[in-house]
Structures are given as structure tokens and as C-alpha cells.
């Protein structure tokens, strides 16, 4: 199972597509840093999108294409194209500017469109990818015909996808079991977090093998968003996945590089650590009081107690386990005294 990160795109949504070129090179630059890689950028409706009636986007796609590039190191970059928005030679002008993939947009019923995309894409060398928006307005049979047709062509993942995040566990076993009945072609999955399900979806497509899932810092995307990538992993490790992420890490870079261009809504990473660790949140002015003295990371902090004591709070342990921990001298984004400013008004 992979990853694709969402948050440059589906995320553009959330910000009115007005990331700028530094915003997507840091967002690049932190994704392929903990490990994602496969990274999709871009307007929110894809490549040639940028208009008065779709939302004009701060930079064009070739200046974020070129941003992305710079950051990306051994991440795969990629753009979404929704066939009568995007031309052809919008996707030759990703394949010169270095993207990866391509995901191409469209109902069930309009298949038949994406076919001289697929065409261009693989004369590009291009990865393919089919993201049936609407999923749930066409039968899983449908859906399942025309992923095989698609695949047949040279398309080679097909997207179940949530876009009204309205789908529950039950309907999506339905498209994949459909699917795989009729055709070899990889599967994936992007969930909207409408009736709060995206989570809990999304880990469904986990334990029934699909190859993809969409992720996005801190859910960040169209509507009321995506599956946040932070919930993500942090449940599949508590389910007994090893995703080989560092988690503190995850935690850190979702809020650092968002916090400056979404002001609202984001989560503390000291509220995502303390569903992680099972720490009461209770016991953080300890662990504010003990990191000022120790300097060392709090969510490591958190993290390295509660593995021995989720129920009480020893201040004397807290101090030995800090003292266990290296040194963390740089300036965490997640600032301890705006976090109880923020909650507790008296301190």
C-alpha cells in the first residue's frame, strides 16, 4: 500500500488555490523528507484549471511544476487532469516539466473521454492513474466495466472515489470486490471526511490489500477535507501496521507548514499525540514545566512516558525519561504557552 499526498492539490481548494511557488516547495520539500512518494500538486480541479470560473490560482502550472521539482528529491510528482478543463497538451507540459503521473478526473459514465489522455500519457511515460469522481453515482458493476476497459488501454490504478464523503465501509467492499472480479488493474482510494468516515474508510481499504490511499496534512481539502494524513498512520501503527514513519515527525511538518497559509482549524500536534499515546492531556503542563527545564521534544516526551505509565502522572519519572531523550534546541511550531492560552484562559 502507498501513500499519495494530496495536500498541494485537493488542498488548494482550502486556501482559495492561492499557494504560492515557497509554500509548495516547503510542502514538497517536508512530504518527501518523512517519506511520501507519491505527491500530487496543482489546482484543485487540475492542470489548465486557472480561470474565473473554476478560481484563479496564484502561480501557473508550469512555475509550481518547476517549484515542486526543486523540492522533490526521490518523491514522484504528479497532476490531476479533468478531460474538457485540461488539453492534451496540458499533459505534455507536465511530462516536459518533470511530473511523474497523472490522474485523470471524470465520472463512470464519461469514461470513454479519459482514453486519448491515456494515449498521451503513456507516449510520455507517464503513471497512469483513473480517479472515478462521484464513485457512488454509478453501480459497482459499471464501475468495475470500466475500470477493466481503462486498464485494458493502459491505465494502471483506478480511484474509488468519495467525493461527497457520503460512502460508507459496506459500498466501498462493493466497488472493490467488483473490480478485482473483472480485472488486474491496482485500486485506490480517496475519501471526503463529510459524515467523518474518511479515517475510518480509508484504513477499511487498508486492511482489503488496495495499493493506494489518499492522504493530506492535517485533512487539509475540498469541502470539509480529506483523510488527514497524521490520523492515518498514527492508527495504522496503533492497528499494528509498521509504516516506517516517524510519527512526531509527521505531526510537526503538517502543522509547520501549514500554520503560516491556513490560520484556522488546524490541530495542535500535542492534541493528535495525546490520541496516539494514550496520554491524558491533564498531565501537559508537567510536560511543559519538565521540557523548559530538560529542552528535549515534547511529542517524544509524550510518547516515551506513556509507553510505561498511561495512568498517572511521576513527575520525578517524567524528568528521568527526559533525561533519556536527546537534546531538541530547535523551535518547535507548536508552542506550548499559545496551546494553553488557547485552552486554559487563566494561565
Not at 498541494?8 to 509554500?23: E, L, N, Q, T, W
Not at 475519501?191 to 493530506?216: M, P, Q, R, W
Not at 502543522?255 to 501537559?284: K, Q
Request: negative net charge; glycine residues 8%.
Amino acid at each position: 500500500m502507498k501513500i499519495l499526498d494530496t495536500t498541494i492539490r485537493d488542498g488548494s481548494y482550502a486556501v482559495d488555490f492561492k499557494f504560492s511557488c515557497r509554500d509548495v516547495q516547503d510542502l514538497v520539500s517536508k512530504l518527501q523528507r518523512i517519506g511520501i512518494e507519491y505527491i500530487e500538486i496543482g489546482h484543485g480541479l487540475g492542470l489548465h484549471a486557472s480561470s474565473l470560473e473554476h478560481g484563479i490560482a496564484l502561480q501557473t502550472d508550469e512555475e509550481y511544476m518547476a517549484a515542486a521539482r526543486e523540492a522533490a528529491g526521490n518523491s514522484k510528482l504528479g497532476c490531476f487532469c479533468i478531460p474538457g478543463i485540461a488539453r492534451l497538451e496540458d499533459v505534455e507540459t507536465a511530462g516536459r516539466n518533470g511530473m511523474d503521473f497523472i490522474r485523470i478526473g471524470l465520472t463512470v459514465r464519461e469514461y470513454l473521454k479519459a482514453k486519448p489522455y491515456i494515449e498521451k500519457c503513456k507516449m510520455l511515460g507517464l503513471e497512469i492513474f483513473i480517479n472515478f469522481m462521484k464513485a457512488y453515482s454509478a453501480t459497482p458493476a459499471e464501475f468495475a466495466a470500466a475500470a477493466a476497459e481503462l486498464y485494458k488501454e493502459g491505465a494502471g490504478c483506478v480511484y474509488i472515489v468519495d467525493s461527497a464523503g457520503s460512502m460508507s465501509a459496506g459500498d466501498i467492499r462493493e466497488y472493490i470486490e467488483a473490480a478485482r472480479a473483472v480485472s488486474e488493474i491496482e485500486i485506490g482510494f480517496h475519501g471526503h471526511n463529510n459524515l467523518g468516515l474518511a479515517v475510518d474508510n480509508t484504513l477499511y481499504c487498508v486492511k482489503k490489500g488496495i495499493e493506494f490511499i489518499d492522504c493530506s496534512f492535517q485533512g487539509l481539502g475540498r469541502s470539509l477535507g480529506n483523510a488527514p494524513l497524521e490520523q492515518v498512520v498514527m492508527v495504522m501503527e496503533r492497528r499494528g501496521y509498521h509504516t516506517g514513519f516517524d510519527i512526531p515527525r509527521v505531526l510537526e511538518y503538517g502543522y509547520a507548514g501549514l500554520r503560516s497559509i491556513v490560520r484556522e482549524n488546524l490541530v495542535n500536534p500535542l492534541d493528535y499525540m495525546c490520541g496516539y499515546a494514550g496520554f491524558h492531556s491533564s498531565f501537559l503542563k508537567d510536560v511543559y514545566r519538565c521540557c523548559n527545564e530538560k529542552e528535549v521534544d515534547p511529542l517524544r516526551l509524550i510518547m516515551a512516558y506513556s509507553n510505561e505509565n498511561k495512568m498517572t502522572m511521576d513527575y520525578e519519572r517524567l524528568s528521568e525519561v527526559a533525561d533519556s531523550l536527546p537534546k531538541d534546541l530547535s523551535e518547535n511550531p507548536y508552542s506550548f504557552a499559545e496551546y494553553f492560552s488557547e485552552r486554559y484562559r487563566e494561565w
